[in-house]
């Protein structure tokens, strides 16, 4: 009896994570045509509370994905437009000086930034250079950010989304190993199929997104969090995840002549938990307890791609990160 008692709220939490999965879905479908593996990903992150790096060609509606996500799921939302001349403080906040009422006393008072928020979209993060970028690691680590000797930390959830486009390399600064390590997803935005983009020319060129409603509360999607972690996974499962991480690296035993040949850096670690994260996430979306090793699999590409630094013989052959998770996903079944 005492078991049943104990496993309501967890069953009732479960069931409210597919029902708001599945009005994401919904509510996305109204403003976005043809992006429908996008949306999922998108759903996992933000159901998982991690960051996410949405990288494709100009046009493809990137900002109105976070922005259309931002008004379904009822967050606080920010966009910051990453710029050359783009500093620190601009992102984080600074610390003015401010009189009392009398004007007899002056004191420091922090203004908060516009990463104060529960989703923030970093447009074009690769534009700013190195030390702005530095700024948004804190925040994006520990969910909070220093100034002036003193820490302040947002209110859960707080999600990064950042854009990057692929194809204009003039004026960009690469993103450092260490920053694109913190985001959980690399998703990938490509053009959508004829059929997609007849019903976008139908539309006028300034169409207005539908109108929504907040499909969850915030303490839900804390509760929400918690009960990813809480999903139980068996050996099997996490053996192969760990499997696919070690497979990267060229300096394990697990490295084949491909891995060796063409990787430089291979995933850590981190990428092992959120690959086991997300599969968890997406066994929940299709209403089941426990992932699959085929949850992992569905997950490895866009978990893993940004983690793996090709070698230049990779870059001279054409072979790019998502080559290698693909072999990686070929290799080991």
Known sequence: MKTSIALAPAERTIDRFRECYEAIQENMGRALVGQEEVVRLLAVGVMSGGHMLLIGVPGLAKTMMAKMMAR????????????????????????ILQSDESGARRDLVFRK??????????????RTPPKTQAALLEAMQEHSVTVGGKTYSFDPPFVVIATQNPIE???????????????????????PHQKAELEIARRPAKFDAPDVKQVASLDEFRDFNDIVDQVPVTERVLEYAVSLSAGSRPGDPAADEFVQKYVSWGAGPR??????????TAALMDGRPSPEIEDIRKMAVAVLRH???????????????????????????
Not at 72 to 95: H, N, V
Not at 271 to 280: C, N, Y
């Open 169 to 191: 390399q003039e004026g960009t600064y690469p993103l450092p190993e260490a920053q694109l390590d913190r985001f959980f997803l690399s998703i990938h935005v490509d053009y």
């Open 307 to 333: 983690r793996i630094i090709p070698s230049y013989t990779a870059l001279g052959d054409g072979i790019d990160a998502a080559a290698v998770v693909l072999h990686l996903l070929e290799t080991h079944k």
């Open 271 to 280: 990428a092992t938990q959120h690959l086991v994260t997300a599969a968890k």
């Open 72 to 95: 379904i799921l009822g967050w606080e939302f920010r966009r910051i437009q990453f710029t050359p001349d783009l500093m620190p403080a601009d992102i984080t906040g600074t610390e």
């Open 113 to 126: 930034g516009p990463v104060f928020a529960n989703l923030i979209l970093a447009d074009e993060i690769n």
